[in-house]
């Protein structure tokens, strides 16, 4: 079974609006971290952020936040103000704290920004 | 400023040859990791390391094998590359036991096998 799901393949937004990308997860640990990446079409992974299962608060960025909504397994990521350069693939991941704590990816969201 | 470096941004093997793809990190990192990226999939995992001479395997181990002699570099190997290999290899690298630490990444070898 998947343990992150990405539900959107693709998602078009106009310059300066906010997006909002999905993510779902699975995980029957009771401690686990969530993270967002970017992929910019040269390929290199960039982090955007973070957020652990006991936070009480949303994850914050600049003009990146985490919708975490906890009893409905979902991590959102919210871009605000959109950007031609927030253009790329977007990963979400999740990290649980048991065995050797690996990172496991969904499938990616592609965001194209339009002027 | 952490650095992940990759020996070759872009590969291209015929099928039945040795492939090396070396990871270099200066983070002193005590985890590596090897993935293969291809469209529609995301990112899946290969094999890890958590310690010098010690690896794991990820999700995806067939036709791979890894080396990790030095704390700092963590060799992925194709044994006999076939084209269903071709796709891009990112590494990454990670202090040991932070959950809410990311993995620094590096900028990933598309290979292409013929």
Known sequence: AQKITQTQPGMFVQEKEAVTLDCTYDTSDPSYGLFWYKQPSSGEMIFLIYQGSYDQQNATEGRYSLNFQKARKSANLVISASQLGDSAMYFCAMREVVGYSTLTFGKGTMLLVSP | ?114
Request: with cysteine; aromatic share 12%.
């Open chain 2, 1 to 114: 400023d952490v650095k992940v470096t990759q020996s070759s941004r872009y590969l291209v093997k015929r099928t039945g040859e040795k492939v090396f793809l070396e990871c270099v990190q200066d983070m002193d990192h005590e985890n590596m990791f090897w993935y293969r990226q291809d469209p529609g999939l995301g990112l899946r995992l290969i094999y890890f390391s958590y310690d010098v001479k010690m690896k794991e395997k990820g999700d995806i181990p067939e036709g791979y094998s890894v080396s990790r002699e030095k704390k700092e570099r963590f060799s992925l190997i194709l044994e006999s590359a076939s084209t269903n290999q071709t796709s891009m290899y990112l590494c990454a690298s990670r202090p040991l036991d932070r959950v809410g630490e990311t993995q620094y990444f590096g900028p990933g070898t598309r290979l292409l096998v013929l």
